[in-house]
Each structure stands twice: as C-alpha cells, then as structure tokens.
C-alpha cells in the first residue's frame, strides 16, 4: 500500500522569507501523480501545485515550487515570499496508477508571522 | 464556472439517525470521490463514483455507509444509524476524467450528539 509522510508537523517564517515542507512516500509504481493542497481556516481544500512522476522538471505555480527527487521518493513544497494568506494546513497527496484516489499524509500546519 | 457545491455546510444528528451528504460535481466533471477527515487528520479515501457506477468503494466502513451517483442530480453519501464516531468532515472532489486533478468542494461537517 501506498503510504505519504509528512515528518514536520508544524513549521513558521516570517513573513516575505522562504520556507521548504518536506514529503516522503513509498510506492512500487513507476508513473503517478503527487500533489500539494492547502486548507486554511476555512476548512476548504485548494490545490497548490501538481507533479507528473514523468517530468524531470520541478513544477512551479508563482511563488510556489517543488523539489521533486523520484529516486529517494520525495516531494517537497517550497514556498517564496511567504504571505499571511498562505497560513494553513499543507497536505502532500500520492495518486496511484491503479486508481484515482488519493492518499494524503498527516499534514504540517504552516504559520506566516508578520 | 461554479466550484464543487456541497451541502449541507454543517449537519448534526444524534445517534442513530440518519446522515445524508450531497455534492454536485464542477460543470463538465463525471467522476466524484468522498473523502472523510477525522479531527487532527487528514483526509481518507472513501469511494469513488461515476455516474450511476461505484468505481471504487474500498474505503468505505463495511457496514451503514453507502454512496450514490446517479444519472441525474448530485452524489449522495448516505450514512445510517450515525454514532458519534462518525463525527468528521467529509469531503467531496471531482474531476473531468480519470487521473485528473480533484477539485475539492467545501466539505460537510457532520456532528453526532
């Protein structure tokens, strides 16, 4: 079974500095998909940025961006510039080939202090 | 372009009632998936539907839990005889096909008294 660990369950930074969230997962499977979503105080469910375990190239989605090592099977979550706004909790997700559902690890709950 | 609705926002049951959770997928999206979010947890695959199929359902508690999406109107997650471990957020996400990214709707805060 496919499993995602999220080692750091919390973190804080200041605001406008960088900070890196750390995921590991396990898996047999040569092609997936990984994912990053946040949920903010709202409780709502958003994604942030999505990787295809076949690119070679990181994804970036503005002042967000990935270090995706498929060999050591890790997928962590950089976040530049941190903003007020981004203080949530960070999911990291696994999609299986086999399937469509996804398997999320325990969270790290994210602070930007100002 | 209208998000993934659910509703209701939140539900309280007593025991042994009966808890019925609704979501309407994005315009254009025919796959649904449930995901459940015990507190301090994260979320949990549950099933995953198509229109009138259960794809997957290996998630889902053997017993009181079921799901339905048919081929007309909103999925439906039924859940019966609630007990107060059954307290949770619960889910929904959609996307246009499979393996496509899930767009997660505002969940439905169940809780049993």
């Known amino acids: 079974a496919q499993t995602v660990t999220q080692s750091q369950p919390e973190m804080s930074v200041q605001e406008a500095e960088t900070v890196t969230l750390s995921c590991t997962y396990d898996?047999?499977?040569?092609?997936?998909?990984l994912f990053w979503y946040k949920q903010p105080p709202s409780r709502q469910m958003i994604l942030v940025i999505r990787?295809?375990?076949?690119?070679?190239q990181n994804a970036t989605e503005n002042r967000f961006s990935v270090n995706f090592q498929k060999a050591a099977k890790s997928f962590s979550l950089k976040i530049s510039d941190s903003q007020l706004g981004d203080t949530a909790m960070y999911f990291c997700?696994?999609?299986?080939?086999?399937?469509?559902?996804?398997?999320f690890g325990e969270g790290t709950q994210l602070t930007v202090n100002p | 372009n209208a998000g993934v609705m659910q509703n209701p926002r939140h539900l309280v049951r007593r025991r042994g009632q009966e808890a019925r959770l609704r979501c309407s997928p994005m315009?254009?999206?025919?796959?649904v998936y449930w995901y459940r979010q015990l507190p301090e947890e994260g979320l949990k695959f549950m099933v995953y539907?198509?229109?009138?199929?259960?794809?997957?359902e290996s998630g889902m508690p053997k017993e009181r839990f079921s799901a339905e999406f048919p081929k007309e109107g909103p999925s439906i997650l039924r859940i019966q005889q609630v007990v107060r471990g059954d307290s949770a957020a619960y889910f929904c996400?959609?996307?246009?096909?499979?393996?496509?990214?899930?767009?997660f709707g505002p969940g439905t805060r169940l809780l049993v008294l």
């Open positions: 539907l198509q229109k009138e199929n259960i794809i997957d």
């Open positions: 990787q295809e375990a076949y690119k070679q």
């Open positions: 898996t047999s499977e040569s092609n997936y998909y």
């Open positions: 997700a696994f999609d299986e080939t086999s399937g469509s559902r996804l398997t």
């Open positions: 315009k254009g999206h025919s796959h």
């Open positions: 996400a959609s996307s246009p096909m499979m393996r496509e990214t899930q767009y």
